[in-house]
């Protein structure tokens, strides 16, 4: 059974950080691009950062570059993404999704996707 499941989200105040993970079962990770997406309410999905799998390069919007770093450890079939500097329009829910596209980018087709954990960035 193919699963992503994302944890670590929760309530942090602005300038904080924090860590989320996905961790995936039921496909050779390994051979997937990972990215992270996000989805405030009343808001369309936004692609956040993705990490390619065939080459070591990640890829980021600009709201993320220099906040957010992506990484991943393919033994333990996860893919990270740590925040810094959180700021209340932070706040959405994040979602992990797997490709097995070379480049992993906001409208590269997805095969897989978790359930989202939700980060809340108060004032």
């Known amino acids: 059974q193919v699963q992503l499941v994302e944890s670590g989200g929760g309530l942090v105040q602005a300038g904080d950080s924090l860590r989320l993970s996905c961790a995936a079962s039921g496909f050779n990770f390994s051979r997937y691009g990972a990215a992270w997406f996000r989805q405030a309410p009343g808001k369309e999905r936004e692609f956040v950062g993705s990490?390619?799998?065939?080459?070591?390069?990640?890829y980021y919007s600009d709201f993320a570059e220099g906040r957010f770093t992506v990484s991943r450890d393919n033994a333990k079939n996860t893919v990270y993404l740590q925040m810094n500097g959180l700021r209340p329009e932070d706040t959405a829910v994040y979602f992990c999704?797997?490709?097995?596209?070379?480049?992993?980018?906001?409208?590269?087709?997805?095969?897989?996707w978790g359930q989202g954990t939700q980060v809340t960035v108060s004032p």
């Open positions: 999704a797997a490709t097995t596209f070379l480049v992993p980018m906001g409208r590269t087709r997805y095969d897989y």
């Open positions: 990490s390619a799998w065939r080459v070591p390069k990640t």
